[in-house]
């Protein structure tokens, strides 16, 4: 019975997904905050805090890039999972603060990578609780904006 799929395993996974998405989207977002301040101090010298968008979208962007190395390595696959859904969260939030005055480019962007990461997931044959992920991250988004 190789496979045999262990239904409790599966369950505690996605409730790991989603628990640890959680928190990852609350360490980023705090860290996120600390960046904000650090250049806040340095970088805001005439008070016109145009730092704040390139910082915000290319915070997301480092998140995607570190989750999409943490793919390639070893570790837990239900923490893979949980890291993409707080680099999406971070990623799709920031886009969505960003292009505020734009919704349909957010909208655009955020159903892109959406998707693209979906693709992905498919194409590598992850494990159904990878696909949480997004979801977790719109759902976090929505809350957000």
């Known amino acids: 019975m190789a496979g045999k799929i262990d239904v409790k395993k599966e369950i505690l996974n996605a409730l790991v997904v989603a628990g640890t998405g959680v928190l990852l989207l609350a360490l980023a977002f705090a ?10 101090s340095f970088a805001n010298r005439d008070g016109s805090y ?3 968008g390139p910082l915000r979208v290319g915070y997301g962007l480092v998140l995607c890039g570190l989750c999409a190395i943490l793919y390639r390595t070893r570790a837990p696959e239900p923490l893979k999972a949980a890291s993409l859904a707080a680099a999406l969260g971070t990623l799709w939030i920031s886009l969505g603060v960003q292009f505020h005055e734009r919704p349909r480019v957010f909208l655009v962007l955020a159903f892109a990578s959406g ?28 809350a957000y904006l």
């Open 115 to 142: 998707l693209g990461a979906v693709a992905l997931l498919a194409r590598s044959k992850r494990r159904w609780y990878h696909f949480l992920a997004p979801a977790l991250a719109a759902a976090a988004a929505f």
């Open 31 to 40: 860290l996120y905050f600390g960046l904000f301040a650090a250049f806040e």
């Open 50 to 52: 145009r730092f704040v």
